[in-house]
């Protein structure tokens, strides 16, 4: 498998032979830096679908219910969920901020109010 951050290494690698492409760097490496997954709905694994002939897997930032649904309408081969379902820290991080974050909502709403 081919860990890639681009759609060049992914067509290099799928030019040089590897049996599964993976889009595990994106967004991680100096080449792909700012670059997101799931920006302009899944383009680049949109783009990979196109010009690879080996089957993609997707990887990296794949951290929700929704995203593997939507990737794998796509047509992806498989989906990895890492560190979403493997770090109880991340995992109880998102559900603080979002505690905090509707906290602050109620705060405001009810500060309007009066």
């Not at 492409?21 to 949109?46: H, N, P």
């Not at 783009?47 to 309408?73: C, F, M, S, Y």
């Not at 081969?77 to 979403?84: M, Q, R």
């Amino acid at each position: 498998m081919a860990d890639c951050s681009t759609i060049e290494e992914m067509v290099a690698a799928d030019q040089m032979g590897f049996d599964y492409i993976g889009t595990t760097l994106v967004g991680y490496t100096k080449q792909s830096a700012g670059d997101r997954i799931e920006e302009d709905d899944f383009a680049i694994i949109r783009q990979a679908l196109q010009k690879v002939r080996h089957p993609i897997i997707a990887e990296g930032n794949i951290d929700t219910p929704e995203k593997v649904k939507r990737v794998l309408e796509l047509g992806v081969f498989s989906v990895v969920v890492g560190s979403a379902i493997t770090r109880p820290q991340l995992i109880t991080k998102k559900f603080v901020s979002a505690v905090e974050a509707a906290k602050e909502e109620l705060a405001q709403a009810s500060a309007s109010r009066g």
